[in-house]
């Protein structure tokens, strides 16, 4: 029997609804406490209606369930977060603060929040991106996600606190809508493919970015949480590589099982924010450190994501 209780934070989100029914299928689904600003109609138990910004019923529901371990999901992704800096900041900071602060005091046991490829900047090598590099985040997600990867070390290493973060490349599932981020083409692409056999990318045709099938993020989020703490060395943000292609190459991809699908372009303001961030990743020190392997490649992503959609276009 599990002797862990987690509490996912942003559980209703892309990542959430995938991860919780992972860690439900792990740990007991009365051991996995989901909880979101918005409560689905369809919301699964045990779930609780929480702001990450309203600390004082973040310790009521930390108490209430005993909970050991807080996966922190809740933030504005790149794109919502350039059309309100202000809030961007105070959701993605002061939402880390209350979750590391639990730790801090004793509270809960441990901790994981997603960094992005974002915390890279203009002025960072784009091909192979290595996890120690020059880093100058020119959008307000970024430096958010870069401003909380020090802030994460720093309570390890001065409080003891057990937080474990990945650097999430542009992550695509068919299980969950995409929530506002510059990658979210790559999923858009496939629902597009099925219902209209074509395409408007907003971003250009070459711009290539690094991506992530969803169970294979799932799976490493997982393999990090698990790993003996020893191996994990790094405190800030682990870099997580998976695959890196361009919209024509996603398109070339589609086309082996749709013929005959298009795909035109006409790239807005997500454009440079795309030109500011790396093309591929190195993670060595991920498949060193913890193991890392990610299995899938495009086309096998691609196969996936095409037959488990097509039933909703039919
Ligand atoms: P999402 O936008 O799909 O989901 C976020 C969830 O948080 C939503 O369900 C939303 O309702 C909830 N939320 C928003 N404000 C809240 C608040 N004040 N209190 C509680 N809940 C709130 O995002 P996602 O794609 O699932 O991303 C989750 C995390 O992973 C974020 O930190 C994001 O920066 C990071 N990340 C995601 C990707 C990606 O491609 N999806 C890539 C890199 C990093
Ligand atoms: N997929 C995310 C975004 O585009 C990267 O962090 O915002």
């Not at 987690?6 to 009365?30: D, F, H, T, V």
């Not at 800096?85 to 639990?102: E, I, T, Y």
């Not at 393999?223 to 997580?240: D, F, G, T």
Request: net charge negative.
């Amino acid at each position: 029997m599990s002797t862990e209780r987690i509490l996912i934070i942003g559980s209703n989100g892309q990542i959430g609804l995938e991860l919780a029914e992972n860690l439900r299928k792990s740990y007991g689904s009365e051991n996995v406490i989901c909880s979101d600003v918005r409560k689905l109609d369809n919301q699964i138990a045990p779930f609780e209606t929480l702001d990450i910004l309203d600390q004082t019923k973040l310790h009521e529901i930390v108490k209430k369930y005993n909970i050991t371990q807080v996966y922190l999901l809740a933030a504005l992704l790149s794109a919502t977060a350039e059309k309100n800096p202000k809030f961007a900041w105070d959701l993605n900071m002061n939402g880390l603060f209350h979750v590391l602060d639990l730790a801090k005091e004793g509270i809960i046991k441990k901790i994981y929040w997603p960094s992005s490829i974002a915390v890279f900047g203009p002025t960072t090598p784009r091909q192979n991106t290595p996890q120690y590099t020059v880093m100058e985040p020119n959008t307000i997600y970024g430096i958010s996600k870069q401003a909380g990867e020090r802030y994460c070390e720093y309570y390890h290493q001065k409080y003891g606190v057990d937080v474990r973060s990945i650097r999430y490349p542009g992550l695509i599932g068919w299980k969950s809508a995409p929530g506002g981020g510059t990658t979210d083409y790559a999923v858009h692409i496939y629902h597009e493919a099925l219902k209209n056999k074509s395409y408007e990318c907003f971003l250009s045709a070459e711009t290539a970015l690094p991506m992530m099938y969803m169970p294979d993020a799932i799976r490493a989020t997982i393999e990090l949480m698990e790993a003996p703490a020893e191996q994990v060395k790094i405190r800030s943000s682990y870099n997580l590589g998976g695959i890196s292609f361009n919209p024509e190459e996603i398109a070339a991809s589609i086309r082996k099982y749709i013929p005959g699908f298009t795909i035109s372009y006409k790239p807005d303001f997500r454009q440079a924010i795309a030109d500011s961030w790396p093309q591929s990743i190195n993670d060595s020190e991920a498949r060193n450190h913890w193991g890392w392997k990610p299995e899938f490649d495009l086309d096998g992503m691609t196969k996936e994501m095409l037959d488990n959609l097509k039933a909703d276009y039919q």
